[in-house]
């Protein structure tokens, strides 16, 4: 049965500096096993970020990712700051 990243998990994005957005997708006990075993393709191919970067916390049931920013924050072409937008990509993406 297939669901939504959103309704499995906290997901909260932040700046990481003018260069790197950071994803913390904040699981429970039991929702974290279905998160963590998502690919890092997966979740860099949704995300349209080759040079995604992933870090797995089971100790706090915790999946961060980190990837470029397609803009440099604050520029004229810098739509999203804080990278609200990739994390509601994320939220949407549904999970098997």
Known sequence: MSE???????????????FWLTIDIFCSETSYGRVSAIPTETFAARLAAPDLRRFDL???HVVKLSLPRPEIQGSLRDRDMHGAAMAQVLAAMAVG
């Open 4 to 18: 939504e990243l959103g309704r499995l998990a906290r997901i909260r994005s932040k700046n990481a500096g003018p």
């Open 58 to 60: 089971p100790d706090l």
